[in-house]
């Protein structure tokens, strides 16, 4: 069997459609639902990613306003700046790029911003939303993850979903969306003992470690789907996830790709967060 691909891009395209349509009927209500970002100091990466949220915000008609503060801005100034965007009624979403300069306490700053506005779910009130049950913004990247298997039809009920990964950002929170969705659910991490012995009955993997190559054919039961989360350089440079994909798919009934799987899932789910942020703003 050859694996069916879940096209990340296709299904991120037709979200950016639906957040295209409902800004447009938000607009019409006279709110324009708006999202802050904060970067502070000149990580490569970060500067990237925050030029595709960016792009991706005007393309669907959010207003993206992106501030950029020196590495040396003092974490307390920081907090400041959160706070007066909480504070701002005209700001739906507020969202601090990651990482931040080794002199601030990441986690204090996440939780200086308002839940109501914290757009990435990274918040521990978010967290504790997801794991209740109760109403709050999900992390982009797992909350993609279950709108592709959502865009297959795949029912999780009564299913073995095994996340590989610990994250507070991806493979706590996918495993509680998963069982969430009554799917019985193992997660794996570096001190598991046998990845493969797990990895092999389930019926969903989802990938989300950063390590190439982390999950081969011979851990993967014929039939199961396959998420992968891991966004690697291989020794080429080129980009690659945690799965042997040319193996894997050979096993898989659905595989996704990297690049152009979870990737453009992340971003549209920030979009998703950002409207609908808005749209509880207007209630
Ligand atoms: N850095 C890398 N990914 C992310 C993300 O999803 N959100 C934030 N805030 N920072 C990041």
Known sequence: MTAQLIDGNALARQIRADVSGRTAALKARGIQPTLAIVLVGDDPASQVYVKHKVNDSSETGLVANLERHPASLGEAELLARIHALNEDPSVHGILVQLPLPRHMDSQKVIEAISP????DGFHVASA??????RPGFWPCTPHGCLRMLDSIGYELRGKHAVVIGRS?????PMAMMLLGRSATVSICHSATADLGAITRQADVIVAAVGKQNLLTADMVKPGAVVLDVGMNRNAEGKL?????FE???EVASWITPVPGGVGPMTRAMLLVNTLEAAERSAK
């Not at 504790?128 to 049950?133: I, K, N």
């Open 128 to 133: 504790g939303a997801l794991m209740v049950g």
């Open 240 to 244: 690659c996830g945690d799965v042997d």
């Open 168 to 172: 507070n950002i991806v493979g706590k």
């Open 247 to 249: 193996g894997v798919r």
């Open 116 to 119: 109501a506005k914290d757009v």
